[in-house]
């Protein structure tokens, strides 16, 4: 199975901060990669898919780059209702796969 | 406007079964392939199954394959997931989520979800 390693895990951050999650897969999925948002006691969101197209809806703010096995995701200025956890997820093979998750928290 | 229901989840006893359902609404359901994830109490997210329109196509994860089948019944726009021989490490919120086959686009759309528990 395609291993998919967020990093970092966490982090602090401040409204107005740019931030970057990167994404990394074991081995090459093109770009078949995804990022989702999740807020506590709710299922996650679909921000970005093919690695950078912006899901209809989702403020652009939010970025999405990469290809073959390293993959980013940045938010250009950190708003309040960002605070959350993120998740790549390969959708290249099965097993489906997700990263571990990255919390955004206030600092 | 775009809905997925998950129902069935509850408090059941390790070796016990359930049947999740997850009723779609608002979309040509038999064009989307179906999948269920998981997330375990304070853990990430684990994909499950996969099932693709015509049920054709079906995939599992290994730690579910042997005691989950996948199913669905496209004129009743229902997905179904029955889950065998529980363990407490099954315990979590299963959601349900569509995708477009052969498209790169993700799971566009995801359920609420509902909360298994395998606990005596």
């Known amino acids: 199975a395609i291993r998919m390693t967020q990093s970092p895990s966490s982090f602090s951050a401040s409204t107005g901060d740019r931030v970057t999650i990167t994404c990394r897969a074991t081995?090459?999925?093109?770009?078949?990669l995804a990022w989702y948002q999740q807020k506590p006691g709710k299922a996650p969101k679909l921000l970005i898919y093919?690695?950078?197209t912006l899901q209809s809806g989702v403020p652009s703010r939010f970025s999405g780059s990469g290809s073959g096995t390293d993959f980013t995701l940045t938010i250009s200025c950190l708003q309040s209702e960002d605070f959350a956890t993120y998740y790549c997820q390969q959708y290249y093979t099965y097993p489906r796969t997700f990263g571990q998750g990255t919390k955004v928290e206030i600092k | 406007e775009v809905q997925l229901v998950e129902s069935g989840g509850g408090l059941v006893e390790p070796g016990g079964s359930l049947r999740l359902s997850c009723a779609a609404s608002g979309f040509t359901f038999n064009t989307y392939t179906m999948n269920w994830v998981r997330q375990a109490p304070g853990k990430g997210l684990e994909w499950v199954s996969s099932i693709c329109p015509t049920s054709t196509y079906i995939y599992y994860a290994d730690s579910v394959k042997g005691r989950f089948t996948i199913s669905r019944d496209n004129p009743k726009n229902s997905l179904y997931l029955q889950i065998n021989n529980l363990r407490a490490e099954d315990t979590a919120v299963y959601y349900c989520a569509r995708e477009i086959p052969a498209a790169m686009t993700g799971f566009d759309f995801w359920g609420q979800g509902t909360l298994v528990t395998v606990s005596s």
């Open positions: 093919a690695a950078s």
């Open positions: 081995q090459d999925i093109s770009s078949y």
